[in-house]
């Protein structure tokens, strides 16, 4: 089985859990947005680059408001689209500070209505999906216990 087969049939596998999200890892450069193109492409799934979710009618929330409804706007915004299975890149856009965003609660959303696929740019270890910016700036931990892994080689 080749690589893009194993990835159509981890995204396959997805149908009928409560929380439908596969987490793409791998190493800066590994592929992880070239798949999701691809299957994206191939497969005619939406392929969204997630700074275009954050629209207008999510700035205008109160940065106070933005942590409890960022799930529902960022939802509503993908309704927009056509597809039951969305692939997201650029996720490390929730993690912006300015932006207020609970990325675990947005990923929980989101996977509870869509297919989702995300290409996660940072690692695994110990359970936790984590993110470290070279500037010290951000760190995020999410557990990853919720959703599916898949590793890009």
């Known amino acids: 089985m080749n690589q893009m087969e ?6 396959e596998g997805l149908q009928g859990k409560e929380i439908k999200v596969l987490v793409v ?10 798949i999701l193109r691809e299957a994206a492409e191939n497969k005619g799934w939406d392929y969204i680059d997630t700074r275009l979710l954050i629209t207008e ?9 933005r942590k409890a409804k960022a799930p ?3 939802k509503d915004e993908l309704m927009t689209h056509h597809g ?8 490390q856009t929730l993690f912006i500070p300015v932006f207020n965003i609970d990325p675990k609660s947005v990923i929980d959303e989101l996977g509870k209505s869509f297919t989702v696929v995300l290409a996660w740019p940072g690692y695994y270890k110990d359970g936790l999906l ?11 931990r999410i557990s990853a216990a919720d959703y599916t892994l898949w590793n890009v080689d």
Do not use: A, H, N
């Open 6 to 11: 194993d990835f159509l049939k981890q995204v």
């Open 25 to 34: 890892t791998g190493k800066p450069g590994s592929g992880k947005s070239k």
């Open 57 to 65: 009618e999510f700035l205008k929330l109160l940065p106070s408001e």
């Open 72 to 74: 529902e706007v960022l």
């Open 84 to 91: 039951d299975v969305v692939m997201l890149d650029r996720i």
């Open 130 to 140: 984590c993110y470290d910016k070279f500037d010290g700036t951000e760190s995020i």
